[in-house]
């Protein structure tokens, strides 16, 4: 994953969420809302948009996050996931995908080239976290953390032999793991899918382009087309429903459809497009970005010219008037991987009319 950087991208709404500590969680409509603290996953997230970006004070921002997340580190590796104001760090919603998340942005942070000390404070990070990546088990953190070892491979040489070693191990779980569960109609790692899922494809599309293994690439891409064939079937994207998620044997619930999955796809076809260089994949990013400006089941954008934000989600109703943290990284991330299977192109989004908007209670 080389860093590239992009112009002309609506960064108001993340710097309307982001202060001196990091960036907030949650938003009650667009105004943030500080009761619900902040979290290694969206300062993670926050991390990677600034140090892809073009915009004003980039190194400012990024160098926020980066400290945020420093703060947030335990001495042993691994980070404390959530921040709330009065009560200071919680471990109340720790996760192994929060380590992985972090240990990603750590790999891309100590390469750049914008500030000296967010350098010094990645590589630091990234530096105790390792043993900890090491023993990651759920596929999901698990293939963050092998997409920041295959970054290092590539960016890192004084961590080239560590980092390989890792991911080794790593790619070598998650594709027996893909074959061990694969059977004809089932072209999957686990017997569900839940969110974030094309982070597996991604993570040994990824792996593929720094140890060039036949079996490592089936893998990413017979699950990448699972994928799909299972979540286009309409002419349009649904993403996996987080109201019970899709197992095996079942059918795939609607909803609530959220952001971060729509992101997930794009990435893992950006990685796909540039190692193999198969139109498929760039075509099947182009119809999973157009989830966001309205080529979804509601026929909506989620994109809010107004604010700069974007939507927390596709609720049976309509639209989620929600505009947290997490679906604007979601959407920058993936208007930045657009930016480059197209070659710099601009890329403008539709609007959110006031109209379409359906009030809901603030959600997590």
């Not at 991208?9 to 001196?20: G, T």
């Not at 500590?21 to 619900?36: E, H, K, N, T």
């Not at 260089?277 to 909506?300: D, L, P, T, V």
């Not at 993936?334 to 601009?346: F, L, N, P, S, Y």
Request: hydrophobic share 35%; proline share 4%.
């Amino acid at each position: 994953m080389m860093l590239k950087r992009h112009k002309n991208l609506d960064y108001r709404h993340l710097q309307r969420m982001s202060d001196e500590r990091g960036v907030l969680q949650f938003a009650c409509g667009s105004i943030p809302d500080p009761s619900s603290g902040y979290t290694v996953d969206d300062n993670a997230r926050a991390l990677i948009v600034a140090l892809q970006s073009e915009w004003e004070n980039r190194a400012e921002y990024a160098l926020r996050y980066a400290r945020f997340l420093f703060r947030a580190q335990r001495s042993e590796g691994d980070w404390c996931n959530w921040w709330l104001p009065g009560q200071g760090f919680v471990n109340d919603i720790d996760s192994d995908d929060s380590l992985g998340r972090a240990f990603l942005a750590c790999s891309l942070g100590m390469s750049a080239d914008i500030d000296e000390e967010l350098q010094r404070l990645c590589r630091r990070m990234m530096v105790k976290a390792l043993p900890q990546v090491k023993r990651l088990r759920y596929p999901r953190s698990v293939a963050y953390a092998l997409i920041g070892c295959s970054n290092l491979v590539q960016s890192s040489p004084e961590y080239s032999r560590k980092s390989f070693e890792t991911a080794r191990r790593m790619g070598q779980n998650l594709t027996n793991l893909f074959f061990r569960n694969r059977v004809a109609h089932w072209r999957w790692f686990e017997d569900r899918l839940t969110y974030c899922n094309a982070i597996l494809p991604h993570s040994l599309f990824a792996y593929y382009s720094v140890k060039s293994d036949k079996k490592i690439l089936n893998a990413a891409q017979d699950s990448l087309r699972f994928l799909g064939d299972r979540l286009f079937d309409k002419g349009y994207l649904n993403v996996v429903g987080n109201r019970g998620w899709w197992v095996r044997g079942g059918k795939i619930p609607f909803f609530d459809q959220q952001p971060i999955d729509a992101c997930s796809l794009v990435l893992a076809c950006r990685q796909a497009y540039e190692v193999t260089g198969r139109n498929e994949y760039r075509e099947m990013g182009e119809m999973a970005y157009s989830w966001y400006s309205g080529k979804n089941i509601h026929e909506i954008p989620l994109y809010n010219q107004e604010s700069g934000g974007c939507h927390d989600g596709l609720t049976p109703d309509g639209l989620n008037a929600n505009q947290g943290t997490e679906a604007i990284l979601s959407l920058l991330l993936a208007t930045q991987a657009m930016a480059d299977t197209r070659e710099g192109e601009d890329i403008i989004l539709k609007t959110v009319e006031p109209e379409e908007i359906i009030p809901l209670e603030h959600q997590a």
